[in-house]
């Protein structure tokens, strides 16, 4: 597999709430992080996503949020991963900035310009990726 | 708080329909316009979300849609925001569009250079900002 | 109506499946393919859509991400639609990346340069549009 996504965890179910339509599913990764995704009853069947079972979580750089000064305020958005700008690169409306968690792994966010200017984005500041569950798409192997 | 979203609502709750992993919640703006958002149970507990409750609603530029002669169509998407074109940011791909509602609130979207020319987006033009229920992340501050 | 979302599919819904808060909403496509999507029950009512009615799926291209080499993985998106990329369009940042199915529907996808490069997506290169159902949009015209 290759994907398009910039953002590729693999981890191990450690969690999994059934609803009627919708199930949340928590991913543990290997430096103890978790993610929460929410995805289709009919997806966990297909792919008999259960708990100790290897998956990967799947999230593109346009759906990650980054936040500063996170001490004022608690969101929604069931991930919200602390760390430090590791690089900015910079289009003409948007940047990718990468993240560097605590446990070294990395988040790719696309943000616009203005974003990154007005949050002070520069390698070495201090910042939260905020992901929404909705957004990540899980995915087993085999 | 400080965000790279480009759209941060300020307003009140005044509607939450709980799920079973999921819960809907209207957020009322002081201008009288309403947003509905999708949100977890989980986060509905942990940020304590209950009408009358302040609360933010964050939404990333590339998440909202735009749309012209919007008569002959009805959406799924909770959040239609009707409104003029403020100004429009060209990159190489894609654009920055701004639109400003009828209460004066701006609404940031990221759309394709394409998809600019196509709709004719050039300031003063009327235009819908579209918005799915499930793409807003709610804060609380506090 | 115009709209900004590069992907419009006309269908029929040919399934819904109800939840509290969300149903899922099987629409096939004139060349057989199938789409899922997840909207609120609110939707369902307002639109009136049930088994037999015509509508419309709204994607926009940011929210497509793409993958090659996908033959050892299975994933919780509903939505995996194979083809061949037509076209790439690089900006500095981002690229819009165009992908033809076997029955010649296209779909757009914006994904970052990089991605480009790593999957070697030039036209004629087999890739799969992955999509996940709560991010499409539905529209019942009249």
Redesign the interface.
Known sequence: ??????NVFNGRVSQV????????VVLTLPGGEQL?????M???R??G?AVGKDA?A?I????V??????S???????NCLEGKVLSV?????????VIELAGGSKV?????R???A??GLVPGVGATA?I????I??????
Chains 1, 2, 3 share one sequence.
């Not at 949020?65 to 996170?70: A, D, H």
């Not at 929404?132 to 957004?135: G, I, Q, R």
């Not at 798409?137 to 085999?142: A, D, E, M, S, Y």
């Open positions: 597999m290759k994907v398009s996504a910039r709430q059934a609803g009627a339509v919708n199930a949340e929460v995704a929410v995805v289709t009919e997806s966990i297909n792919l996503i990967v799947l593109k750089a346009p759906w949020m980054l936040m500063t000064e996170s004022d305020i608690r969101l929604s958005a069931r690169n910079d289009g003409a409306v948007n940047a990718e900035v790719y966010s696309i943000v616009t203005d974003a990154v007005e949050l905020v929404k569950a909705s957004h798409i899980l995915g087993v192997r085999g």
